[in-house]
């Protein structure tokens, strides 16, 4: 995999298996702060004052005369305004002028874990009219769902049976590259857009695993009795680019992703990504190490706790607007009611809910296991977690030893996974696709809003962010300690009991 250049706040979302057990790769649970040593002009997120004319705003900051300076866009809705110049006297500057509220960088974040993935060719490629191989008495419906221990995990099969399968709701997913045309995901597409400048919405990256596809697929891989299906397999999907293929992004593509979703009145957002963001003073060097003119302090009581104000912004015009926010918690590990050095976003931001990843131990050796354990690797803590879902579990990282489920035959480990599609080998024409494991709470997020999304499909034009969680607290099983907990927070989301 390429190394990325940018800031690394966070390996937050995937474990990918390899057919190789050389190449099962553990999440990367330190977080450690590092500078941007690809020169790339600075960005910037000006915040107006409430009833502020962004115009005269944009006007004024022209007129500032800092170099290299690009104004990028205005959100009124929200009192934002995103430019770029790597002028270090342009924050002070642009403080100054009337109806401004604050000035803070636009951080570029390392939102996925920097992995090395390959395809698991289990399968034949899936290109249109092409079957899978494995097709066993195992199967439930599609011919590898007898591998998505996760449908059972929040029992999709008992929503299914009451009629619901997300029909009537849209599902945005916020993520990098997508694979627009598998056929598992291709009838359920309404459309797409990337906010990644030199980027375009298909995924293109080194790694030959799409994140987002597998996120997409979690949440509606159709159901036509081959490959996999998602929990909500007659949902639409409204796929956002809002992280380049190598997992990084800034700040203000997430913002745009937001907005966009929004004004496309989807029903739910979801967010398998997280940065980290630091809770202290630091200084950004603008990618030019070698030259101080350009370094600029960021100072956490000024320029981190308003760019988390930025993005607060965007997330409550969302919910306000009728969409239901869904996050993944992080990959970190970490008991965030006790960390104070850094703090997850998105999932920490006003109206989204956060989901914590649990999995099965053993499931490859024994299906009848439990369902249900806490995964080491997700964030936790009573202040963050809403819900609980299934996102996969390492609890016995070193167990390689082959097992055979229904005719596949891998590594004990990866079964513990959440199994879907998302790899692709584009050194074929057409590109060729395929289905394999991952792990981490960017599984459990889609799950989650999967379940909202057959919420939705319920109750249609009288369904809203808060019955939705409304409904889920009552439904949620309580797998963890009575009550709202660190590991579950209000239980296990549960999609038969949210549409009974």
């Known amino acids: 995999m390429r190394k990325s250049t940018i800031w690394s706040l966070l390996m937050c979302c995937a474990i990918v298996y390899?057919?190789?057990?050389?190449?099962?790769?553990?999440?990367?649970?330190?977080?450690?702060?590092?500078?941007?040593?690809?020169?790339?002009?600075?960005?910037?997120?000006?915040?107006?004052?409430?009833?502020?004319?962004?115009?005269?705003?944009?006007?004024?900051?022209?007129?500032?005369?800092?170099?290299?300076?690009?104004?990028?866009?205005?959100?009124?809705?929200?009192?934002?305004?995103?430019?770029?110049?790597?002028?270090?006297?342009?924050?002070?500057?642009?403080?100054?002028?009337?109806?401004v509220e604050s000035v803070v960088v636009d951080i570029v974040s390392h939102w996925l874990p920097k992995i090395q993935t390959r395809s698991s060719r289990i399968a034949q490629p899936l290109n249109a009219g092409a079957q899978p191989e494995a097709k066993t008495a195992k199967s439930v419906g599609d011919s590898y769902s007898f591998l998505q221990w996760g449908l059972k995990s929040v029992n999709a099969f008992g929503a299914w049976d009451q009629g619901y399968k997300g029909a009537h709701a849209t599902v945005a997913v916020l993520d990098g590259g997508f694979l627009t045309h598998n056929p598992e995901l291709v009838a359920n597409i309404v459309?797409?857009?990337?906010?990644?400048?030199?980027?375009?919405?298909?995924?293109?990256?080194?790694?030959?695993?799409?994140?987002?596809?597998?996120?997409?697929?979690?949440?509606?891989?159709?159901?036509?009795?081959?490959?996999?299906?998602?929990?909500?397999?007659?949902?639409?999907?409204?796929?956002?680019?809002?992280?380049?293929?190598?997992?990084?992004?800034?700040?203000?593509?997430?913002?745009?992703?937001?907005?966009?979703?929004?004004?496309?009145?989807?029903?739910?957002?979801?967010?398998?990504?997280?940065?980290?963001l630091p809770l202290r003073t630091y200084t950004d060097d603008n990618g030019t190490p070698d030259d101080p003119s350009d370094d600029f302090v960021v100072q956490y009581d000024r320029d981190v706790k308003q760019l988390v104000t930025a993005l607060n912004r965007a997330t409550l015009y969302a919910t306000l607007h009728g969409a239901t926010l869904i996050a993944a918690s992080g990959n970190d590990g970490v008991n965030v009611d006790a960390e104070r050095n850094y703090t997850a976003y998105p999932a920490a931001c006003a109206g989204v809910l956060a989901i914590a990843a649990n999995g099965p131990h053993g499931w490859g050796h024994n299906q009848d296991t439990s369902l249900y354990l806490p995964a080491p690797f997700s964030n936790i803590g009573k202040s963050l977690?809403?819900?609980?879902?299934?996102?996969?579990?390492?609890?016995?990282?070193?167990?390689?030893?082959?097992?055979?489920?229904?005719?596949?035959?891998?590594?004990?480990?990866?079964?513990?996974?959440?199994?879907?599609?998302?790899?692709?080998?584009?050194?074929?024409?057409?590109?060729?696709?395929?289905y394999g494991w991952a792990a981490g709470t960017s599984m459990a997020a889609p799950h989650a809003s999967a379940v909202a999304a057959l919420i939705y499909d319920k109750y249609r034009g009288l369904a809203s962010p808060l019955l939705v969680d409304i409904i889920l607290r009552g439904t949620a099983v309580d797998y963890g300690p009575r009550g709202k907990d660190a590991f579950f927070g209000y239980g296990q989301v549960n999609a038969a009991r949210a549409v009974r």
């Open 18 to 99: 390899s057919c190789r057990k050389e190449e099962v790769n553990n999440v990367q649970r330190q977080t450690p702060l590092s500078y941007n040593n690809r020169h790339e002009d600075r960005g910037f997120i000006i915040l107006a004052k409430e009833g502020s004319n962004l115009e005269s705003i944009a006007t004024r900051l022209t007129s500032l005369g800092c170099k290299k300076f690009v104004l990028k866009e205005s959100i009124p809705e929200i009192g934002l305004i995103h430019v770029q110049t790597p002028d270090p006297s342009f924050a002070a500057k642009a403080r100054g002028i009337n109806g």
């Open 191 to 276: 459309g797409s857009k990337s906010f990644i400048d030199g980027e375009e919405v298909e995924y293109h990256g080194e790694e030959g695993f799409s994140h987002g596809s597998h996120v997409a697929g979690t949440i509606a891989a159709i159901s036509d009795g081959l490959g996999v299906a998602g929990v909500a397999p007659k949902a639409k999907l409204l796929l956002v680019k809002v992280l380049a293929d190598n997992g990084s992004g800034p700040w203000s593509s997430l913002i745009n992703g937001l907005m966009y979703a929004s004004k496309k009145n989807v029903d739910v957002v979801n967010m398998s990504l997280g940065a980290l």
């Open 385 to 434: 977690i809403s819900y609980g879902a299934p996102g996969g579990n390492d609890s016995d990282p070193e167990d390689f030893s082959e097992v055979n489920v229904g005719g596949v035959v891998a590594p004990a480990l990866v079964f513990d996974w959440v199994f879907n599609i998302g790899f692709v080998d584009e050194t074929t024409s057409p590109a060729s696709y395929f």
